[in-house]
């Protein structure tokens, strides 16, 4: 069985909403409608350390969870339904920046890692048509008004995301 893996290359986080998939007999479409969830919440890779999953249509999206001296952390793919878009501290990149998903109640959220836990597995190779994706809450204030990690963005700034799809063996 080929698998084919979705990657996503950026230094910080962004939500990801609804991969639709089009036309009829193709991949179910991940829409995180599937993953149960109590209302203004969110789901993290809690099973244990290391790369664990959840499944939303035909997608397997991979979570990390990484337990330090520092404190638990999570990267990859989270799944949340919260649509309030006030800014406090770090939890708040389980919130959307526009407010919740473009249809549904359930979204997607991903930040970057350095250990894995950020492919996007398909059940079979196809086309994947389209997805919506927009910033998370922390990472809109932080380019809006800078932080410890990054300046404030001026008119010159961007931000940019790369997706490359691999047929084949994790690379």
């Known amino acids: 069985m080929k698998k084919c893996y979705l990657f996503l290359a950026l ?11 089009e036309p009829e007999n193709q991949l179910k479409k991940g829409d995180f409608e599937d993953v149960e969830l109590k209302a203004d919440s969110y789901w993290t890779a809690d099973t244990n350390d290391g790369i664990n999953s959840f499944t939303s249509g035909d997608f397997t999206f991979e979570s990390y969870k990484m337990v330090s001296d520092y ?15 006030e800014f406090k501290d770090y939890t708040d990149a389980y919130k959307s920046a526009c407010g919740g998903p473009r249809a549904g109640k359930n979204y997607a959220i991903w930040n970057s890692s350095y250990s894995g836990g950020d492919a996007v597995l398909l059940a079979k190779a196809t086309k994947v048509p389209g997805c919506y994706i927009t910033n998370n809450v922390y990472a809109y204030n932080s380019m809006l008004n800078g932080d410890a990690y990054a300046k404030k963005f001026g008119a010159d700034d ?14």
């Open 11 to 21: 230094a910080a986080g962004l939500l990801l909403a609804s991969c639709q998939n």
């Open 71 to 85: 404190g638990t952390y999570y990267y990859g793919f989270m799944v949340s339904n919260i649509t309030n878009t």
């Open 158 to 171: 961007w931000f940019l995301l790369t997706i490359t799809g691999h047929n084949g063996e994790q690379m």
